[in-house]
């Protein structure tokens, strides 16, 4: 299967499409209220190096359901924040536990840290990716919308790691993405750069939404830009998602990766209207992120693909 989990573009089409296939499995026996405990004494690392609450609470209650445990640990209160190296931290580290999540600033550190770890590293979120964030977006598609490949995503707002992430996915899988962004806050420019005819950016909100089936927006300030908090306000005002925008799209749902600054970068009447999925698009990073679990730490690994119990 695949050693780590660091970033979309280092999987294959069918990779995530085993993710996707076993996180369907794992959500309906858990709406059956049937135990799925493939993770039986295993144990996670949770370093966090930023806030968090879905990434926490998902692999938290992920590990616990499964019959595992998970540690949560700041990156501040360990020997790392004294100065320990990342390689000899990963060295130490995966002699303990079974698996190890990370939410850094830098993604080359977790990158690191998962060359020198004997055991899986998973990147809960970096400056420059949200992997996880978006394999669980792309099952929630994939549920309400019956499939992924034939479908338009439009991401309104910030060209940041959620965006860049969105790129990845769809260079891999070959739906149409859309990205309306202002100048100056574009995706990465490589990751750009290297993406397929199906991957667009565009400067106008309304261009990116028609056709769309789905309106994706994510925060105008992610963590640790909070000093560019009144210019990036201005900057991004034309890109909300609010009813006026979605009037350019009316068969599309509404999501968000969450936190949301309400009467920001979404509205309150977008987000709690019939069009969004916000709350279910939430729980799906439970369900998603247990079968990553699975897949990278689990001892029956693909196999269990067929075990639909
Ligand atoms: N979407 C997401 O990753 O949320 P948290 O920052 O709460 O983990
Ligand atoms: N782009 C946001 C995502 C939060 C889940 C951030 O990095 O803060």
Redesign the pocket.
């Known amino acids: 299967m695949f050693r780590h989990l660091l970033r979309i573009d280092h999987l294959s089409k069918s990779q995530v499409e085993a993710i996707l296939t076993l996180a369907r499995i794992i959500k309906d026996k858990a709406k059956r209220g049937v135990p799925h405990q493939t993770l039986g004494g295993k144990v996670l690392a949770m370093i966090f190096e930023?806030?968090?609450?879905?990434?926490?609470v998902s692999f938290e209650v992920g590990m616990y359901q499964m019959g595992g445990t998970a540690l949560y640990i700041e990156a501040s209160t360990t020997q790392l924040g004294r100065g320990e190296s990342i390689a000899d931290t990963a060295r130490v580290m995966s002699r303990y536990v079974d698996g190890v999540m990370i939410?850094a600033y830098s993604q080359e550190a977790v990158e690191e840290f998962a060359r020198y770890s004997s055991v899986p590293v998973i990147n809960?979120?970096t400056d420059r990716f949200?992997p996880?964030?978006i394999l669980s977006d792309l099952f929630t598609v994939q549920e309400k919308m019956g499939d992924l490949q034939s479908r338009r995503i439009a991401y309104v707002g910030d060209g940041n790691n959620v965006a860049n992430s969105w790129i990845n996915a769809a260079a891999l899988l070959g739906f149409q993405l859309v990205l309306a962004c202002p100048e100056g806050f574009e995706p990465d420019a490589p990751i750009l750069g290297k993406a397929p005819e199906n991957v667009r950016l565009v400067r106008d909100p309304r261009e990116a939404v028609q056709g769309a089936h789905v309106v994706y927006t994510d925060v105008w300030v992610s963590?640790g830009q909070e000093e560019e908090t009144e210019h990036r306000k201005r900057t991004f005002a034309p890109y909300q998602v609010n009813a006026q925008l979605l009037q350019y799209c009316p068969e599309a749902l509404v999501m968000h990766?969450?936190?949301a600054h309400r009467g920001l970068e979404i509205t309150s009447e977008a987000m709690d209207g019939p069009r969004s999925v916000v709350f279910d698009q939430?729980e799906n990073?439970l369900h998603v992120q247990k079968a990553i679990l699975e897949l990278l730490m689990g001892d029956r690994k693909p196999k269990s693909l067929q075990a639909q119990e």
Request: aromatic residues 0%; glycine residues 6%.
């Open positions: 930023k806030p968090s609450t879905r990434t926490r939410r809960g979120l949200h996880c964030q963590m990766c969450l936190p939430a990073r």
